[in-house]
């Protein structure tokens, strides 16, 4: 039997990486032959917490069914967010902690999804369900997408759970919550290095709504300002992108980690929608958005109400 | 804030009408206001077990957003075996044991699958995991539920979890689970006093297939023959459904449940997926299927990988 291989969704975040380096782990613990891949490089936060922990980056994958037949999602389900040929494997297990969309199987699979604000949070119980211990730098690297997924407990999305696994996996990793937290958000917000359509790709999904195909990317930052000096450049490489990718309306969302607000750029069409999920008025294509930081809760379904699905 | 309603599928049989009873009366001890209710009326199976148990059926609805605004599924997920105005309310969770098919949320939720042979093995691992005791009636009637999906344990969907969860329940309820299981099965094969038509529709689901709307309804029975001596009259209802509903292909599996057997009466088009999925001919519309007792284990995934999806 080929390797089962378990990976997070497309342009991956410190979760989808995470969650797929301790979900592997764990399912290693129970005796099957799984192993971590990622369907993208991490970006710069996620690479200083791997290094914190002294992990491997997992291989980059862009197919699945050449090498294996079986496979585990986390932190996704979404096709489109998925492998290019999902289709072809058998989805065995899922672990998410979001909305289900656009996901379907043949066969009757493990599945598990709750409204935590990481899927983490979700893994580390499956630990404790299962009776396993979790290493060091599994929990580091655990911790590091609670805090990623959460900013540091400042997202909406954040419950309770969220913060006692923060807790106890600092604990195991033996890091202090805060200290650690706020440098590992720091390294991930270091834009100015970064193309626009570096920018515009680093943690950027699709979500078809009615007949349009929306794109979302968002971007952390510790100084609005830096993001929107950019502008120009940035709107000229979303419309590419839009081109490239035939997507119909592009959001980029920068969020202000440290005041937990975000400001939005739009780009395409229709704008009607966006205007009314958020009550605003988009002037220079732009509108702010006081205590947004959420894409999952504050973004997603708000927009998807408007285009009436 | 409303009450929270949760049922399971349409033309509902044990498991969907026990897993809704066990998993609304958890609720209630985790505090929600939470109240089962059923998408039809107990089948004499059903209404055998919870007779036994000295349970009341549930209250039986055809639409929930005119009571709620939040519901929980049990034992199914795809929206057309739910009920039918499921799009206008929020799914808070589902607990099931199929496939995922045709379920999309905007939101978040608790998702909770597992690939056993019945959700009431989940709704009793999840009174284990809150630590929330079974009362007697309750224990009775997911036992029952177990019983049905497993056809006593015969069925290939069993497997080593609703085994264990059958014994510790039995015990629980105080029956003896042999004893008990056959007199529930046997109470459920009382098919000389239905019309053509209850046959069909006493547990039957659709499934879209490609472009094809599928109906595969499944019989138990202690006589193959019985059922076949009414092929004509069976037939004619089933043509009768096609045009009604817009079925394009009728299945009606009718399932020996002594010798673990099938026979499969087929009415519509296309027949060729049909005969290629379970490596028969059809012979006067019918096949007779050695060792398949389990539509969704040894049917549904056969004629969908037929379908090509």
Request: glycine letters at 6%; a negative charge.
């Amino acid at each position: 039997m080929s390797k089962i291989l378990v990976f997070g969704h497309q342009n991956p975040d410190t979760d989808a990486i995470g969650a797929a380096i301790a979900f592997a782990a764990l399912q290693k613990e129970l005796g099957k032959d799984a192993e971590a891949v990622a369907l993208g490089t991490p970006n710069e936060e996620t690479q200083f917490a791997l290094d914190t922990f002294k992990l491997t980056a997992p291989r980059v994958i862009q197919t699945a069914a050449n090498e294996t037949d079986e496979v585990m999602l986390v932190d996704h389900n979404e096709s489109q967010q998925s492998v290019a040929d999902l289709k072809d494997v058998t989805v065995l297990a899922v672990v998410d902690h979001h909305r289900i969309a656009n996901f379907e199987t043949a066969n009757p699979l493990y599945y598990r999804a709750e409204p935590v604000g990481c899927t983490s949070t979700i893994i580390f119980k499956l630990y404790k369900e299962h009776q396993v211990e979790v290493a060091a730098p599994i929990a580091g690297i655990m911790l590091s997408a609670i805090i990623s997924d959460t900013l540091l407990f400042k997202s909406p999305t954040c419950t309770e759970e969220d913060k006692a696994a923060a807790n106890e996996l600092a604990a195991i990793a033996g890091v202090d919550l805060e200290v650690y937290g706020l440098d590992m958000l720091k390294a991930g917000t270091n834009l100015g290095t970064k193309t626009a359509t570096e920018l515009l790709t680093l943690d950027a999904k699709s979500f078809p709504m009615a007949d349009k195909n929306v794109r979302i990317g968002q971007v952390n930052t510790v100084d609005l300002k830096e993001v929107f000096d950019r502008q120009a450049e940035l709107e000229a490489a979303m419309q590419a992108a839009m081109q490239v990718e035939g997507y119909d309306l592009f959001l980029l969302v920068a969020t202000d980690i440290l005041d937990s607000n975000s400001e939005l750029l739009v780009v395409g069409a229709p704008v009607a929608p966006v205007e009314a999920a958020f009550g605003v008025t988009l002037e220079n294509h732009r509108a702010f958005l006081p205590g947004v930081v959420s894409r999952k809760k504050q973004i997603v379904p708000q927009l998807t109400e408007q285009f009436g699905i």
